[in-house]
């Protein structure tokens, strides 16, 4: 048994024990700098990058044990030593093997070196920045997505393919890439304390089908929400189009959800807008589409363009004001297939179609000092008179037809004349030249340079009559009528971007744009107050642009961007229009503005921003705020889900305006002008909701839905009932254009069931627009005359075997209004839709009263003041096409088909009037006696057309 005072001291060494205990939890931390007494054998080690877990293994073996050192694995993850030194104390050699991780280590009273976090002084964080090139051909891929695996952050590359990743811990980051339509890449990167990093990524594409579009609109964390908000097609699927000689371009555009290409004028319409309320850019800068004569010929070459993005309801601040949406085309400057691996060659490829010849030439360089050049040549004429098919031609020449109604509503006599041939050959002529390159400077400079000229003729040249046929006087009198539009347009750009540092990227462009229309009319004095007229108009814009993107240490990015424009305009509509009219303005214009994206969580990226435009001609400040939030699930029991939300306010500072030709040929219908806004008119505004949603069951099927409502404020429109006479006057624009307002909104649905390298389609478009103009139609809300409220397009684009592709397209529309020639309707609203007023002045200028019963009864049987009563008969097209590739030796040749409508249906574009002379002079039938018969415009019939393309 123990005595008291052995229990006594027993309890003492327990309290001893104890307090030794607590005073080892509270250690005096001895930094590497403050410890005096250290072990003096000296060390010489070198480490080139070996893992720090590894260096550290091999401390411990150099001090044989000596020195007793903890760490947390974690802490080392990732992280590499670079270590280089002789003759060192173990303390130095431990500061020396942590430098640039970060770590630094303390030392407890019992001699435990014990690694953490450093914490005297700032941490030397590093900075990376890089960018991503396609592997065949050495071009920037845009858009990329690109995740740090260890710091759990990511980004989009810009448009020029770069990135930045500012703030970096020292350490070893896995960095995955991934594109659509590119294998994802894996990078192991290496970030030092304090450097700043430089990488290249290459992306290997991968097999994907014909038709898979690559759109590049939206933020790379979300692969699947960069799908929403605009639609894209590439190189391929323009040039595999049907007919893509001359309208591959269109066609891929009328391929896309909420885009319809009118299948008699051409004209886009993007959700409901009309043809002047988007914006068409070629490498950014605007150009001036002239207007056109049928979907068939196309605005470009379509071996020239890369690819080609539509931003519909609800795209961002940066891209721009206007109304409606943006059409943005880039030239196609990826090295060519033949010379992908090497480091210089060049390339040629011809195609000769029915309607045109193209050419083209690529080239590529690889230079000293990191520099790498891509040149493009394109090249484009039009072999109309040589190789059109007889259907076309006589399309035309049905098209080339007199129209009677306008002719003797227009003319002194006002007398019915009889249905004259179409004499004279319609002309179509057309030829254009692209050239492109871009010039990397190493991995952190481009520069991009690239042009646009086009030039093109259409209209009637009668000449050819013989004046010496006395069988009809009015024959021979039409041989004087000359109808004739020539224009040319064009662009240039020079941009240049660079990654100046770990945080920002900038970009500089200057760009300028033309566009010059002549029209050239002659009618004899029967027809006409005058002889010759010429209508013209002159468009010019040149802008300096630049941007930053600065990338902030949480992930978020922010751009900064302004642009100085200068836009001019001067243009002379006069005789053979419904109002003579002459204008003439220039002024300027100064925008700025903000864009921030943010990351909310793993699944949301909030983007937001707002213009702000000064326009010198008002001395107004305008803002247009938008926002937009993109969203994303992977792996829910629907499968991938993705959405997209935006709404913002729209402005438009340059307008383009069709007016109506009163000219008697239906050939040409308008005069097509633009103009910026001047003092006197406030510039269209309109809000934009719009609401997308994808769905990806697997990587076969997948189902997209669009819905979007655009409310237009304020628009302006041509008034048809100016009261100007005098050419000569310079008129402001509120003296010939008036307050229009409106509504657009529609849902469109999209299913896509990819078949081996192919696939097949169903979209439906059901889209709403009205529109009120001040003073006409009682101030009514009428269909658009350019709506199109049911669409359904079903497709095919199959590869049943090597190198053979075949494409079929089946479409349908419904509910089109406005049946009449839009002629018919301006020419009304000339007089407010008044028709008392119309017949008091043909009254009042000597027109006789036959003259004038005949018009009453025209317009009050056919009931032209009720354009939405005129209700046109649907559209059914079938298309099909084929075409095998092949290779000869070093040549690749494609062989192609093409049968369009195949089954030769009927389709209307639009109304006519025509005279029958049977019906108008009697016949037997009262009713008709004394009027004009109605007519169909058809749209193309069945079209057979071949074309051969050869690539060496």
């Avoid at 898979?212 to 609109?217: E, F, G, N």
Wanted: charged share 20%; glycine share 8%; proline share 4%.
């Amino acid at each position: 048994m123990r005595t008291p005072s052995l229990r006594k001291f027993d309890r003492l060494k327990l309290a001893v024990f104890v307090g030794l205990v607590v005073l080892s939890l509270f250690p005096r931390g001895i930094r590497a700098q403050e410890r005096d007494t250290l072990p003096e054998e000296k060390y010489t080690v070198a480490f080139q990058g070996i893992s720090l877990s590894e260096a550290l293994e091999q401390f411990l073996i150099a001090t044989n044990g000596s020195i007793s050192i903890a760490w947390d694995p974690l802490l080392a993850s990732g992280k590499r030593s670079f270590c280089v030194i002789s003759e060192v104390s173990v303390n130095d050699l431990l500061t020396c093997i942590l430098n640039g991780t970060g770590l630094d280590y303390i030392i407890r009273s019992n001699g435990l070196y014990v690694l953490e976090l450093a914490t005297e002084g700032p941490v030397s964080y590093g900075h990376l920045r890089g960018i991503i090139i396609d592997r065949d051909t050495e071009q920037p891929v845009p858009n990329a997505s690109v995740v740090l695996t260890e710091a759990k952050r990511g980004l989009a590359a810009n448009q020029q393919g770069m990135f930045l990743f500012p703030r970096l811990l020292p350490g070893i980051y896995h960095m995955q890439v991934r594109h659509v339509g590119y294998r994802p890449s894996l990078v192991e990167i290496q970030i030092n304390s304090g450097d700043d990093v430089s990488t290249e990524v290459i992306l290997e594409s991968e097999s994907v089908m014909i038709t898979t579009p690559l759109v590049i609109d939206g933020f790379g964390m979300q692969p699947n929400s960069l799908l929403l908000g605009s639609a894209d097609a590439s190189l391929e699927e323009i040039t595999a189009n049907l007919n893509s000689g001359t309208n591959g371009l269109l066609q891929s555009l009328d391929a896309m959800p909420g885009v319809r290409v009118n299948d008699a004028t051409s004209d886009i319409h993007i959700q409901g807008g009309e043809a002047g309320e988007h914006q068409f850019r070629l490498d950014g800068a605007p150009v001036f589409l002239p207007l056109n004569v049928a979907s068939f010929i196309g605005p470009f070459s379509p071996f020239a363009l890369g690819k080609i993005t539509v931003n519909k309801a609800g795209f961002a601040a940066r891209l721009g004001s206007q109304i409606s949406g943006i059409v943005s085309a880039e030239h196609d400057l990826r090295a060519p297939a033949s010379i992908r691996g090497a480091k210089n060659g060049s390339q040629f490829t011809i195609q000769v179609d029915p309607l045109s010849s193209n050419g083209r030439y690529s080239g590529f360089w690889q230079l000293p000092g990191g520099r790498h050049i891509t040149a493009l040549g394109a090249a484009r004429i039009g072999t109309w008179s040589l190789l059109a098919p007889p259907s076309l031609t006589n399309l035309m020449d049905n098209w080339n037809t007199v129209d009677t109604f306008l002719l003797s509503a227009f003319a002194e006599r006002n007398t019915p004349f009889a249905n004259l041939p179409g004499s004279g050959n319609p002309a179509i002529q057309f030829v254009d030249l692209h050239g492109a390159s871009k010039i990397r400077f190493g991995a952190l400079k481009t520069l991009h340079l690239s042009s646009y000229f086009g030039k093109s003729s259409l209209g009637n040249n009668l000449t050819n009559i013989d004046p010496l046929d006395q069988t009809s006087s009015i024959v021979s009198q039409l041989a004087r009528f000359r109808d004739l539009y020539s224009w040319t347009n064009g662009m240039a750009q020079a941009r240049f971007d660079v990654v100046q540092n770990a945080h920002i990227l900038t970009s500089l462009r200057l760009r300028g744009s033309m566009y010059n229309l002549s029209h050239d009319f002659e009618a004899p004095d029967e027809f006409s107050g005058t002889n010759t007229e010429d209508d013209g108009n002159r468009v010019y814009e040149v802008s300096l642009d630049g941007t930053v993107d600065y990338f902030l240490d949480n992930g978020q990015e922010v751009e900064i961007g302004a642009e100085l424009t200068l836009t001019g305009s001067r243009f002379t509509v006069a005789g053979t229009q419904q109002f003579p009219l002459f204008h003439e303005s220039s002024g300027i214009r100064f925008a700025t503005y903000l864009e921030d994206k943010i990351q909310l969580g793993s699944h949301v990226v909030v983007e937001g921003g707002s213009r702000l435009t000064w326009l010198a001609a008002r001395k107004t400040l305008y803002a247009e705020p938008r926002i937009a939030a993109r969203m994303d699930w992977l792996n829910t029991p629907l499968g991938d889900v993705s959405m997209f939300w935006a709404t913002g306010i729209y402005r438009q500072f340059v307008n383009q305006y069709d007016i109506s030709s009163r000219s008697p040929r239906t050939f040409v219908s308008s005069t097509r002008f633009w103009m910026g806004n001047d003092a006197s008119v406030t510039p269209p505004k309109a809000a934009h909701f719009a609401s997308e949603f994808l769905i990806k069951p697997n990587a076969k099927w997948s189902l997209g839905v669009e819905s979007f409502y655009k409310h237009q404020f304020h628009i302006l429109s041509v008034d048809y009932s100016a009261s100007s006479t005098d050419i000569l006057s310079d008129l402001k624009q509120s003296e010939f254009l008036k307050t229009t307002s409106g509504f657009s909104y529609g849902i469109g649905t999209k299913v896509q069931r990819s078949v081996g390298a192919g696939s097949l389609k169903a979209r439906f478009d059901h889209t709403i627009t009205k529109r009120r103009i001040d003073e006409l139609f009682g101030n009514r809300l009428l269909s658009a005359p350019w709506s199109e409220p049911f669409r359904l397009e079903l497709s095919a684009d199959l590869v049943p075997m090597s190198g053979l592709v075949v494409l079929a397209r089946w479409r349908g529309s419904w509910g089109r209004t406005w049946g009449y020639r839009k002629a018919y309707y301006d020419f009304l609203s000339a007089h407010l839709n008044d028709l008392t007023a119309l017949l008091e002045e043909m009254k009042d200028n000597g027109v006789s009263t036959d003259a004038i019963n005949r018009i009453e009864r025209q317009v009050t049987n056919y009931d032209l003041t009720s354009p939405d009563n005129h209700i046109l008969s649907p559209i059914y097209q079938l298309d099909l096409s084929t075409a095998y590739s092949m290779r000869l030796g070093k040549y690749s040749l494609q062989v192609r088909a093409d049968l369009i409508n195949v089954l030769n249906r009927d389709n209307t574009a639009e109304w006519r009037f025509e005279l029958d002379e049977e019906s108008y002079f009697g016949g037997g039938v009262d009713n008709t006696t004394g009027l004009l018969e109605r007519s169909d415009r058809l749209l193309l019939p069945r079209v057979f057309s071949a074309a051969v393309r050869l690539t060496w």
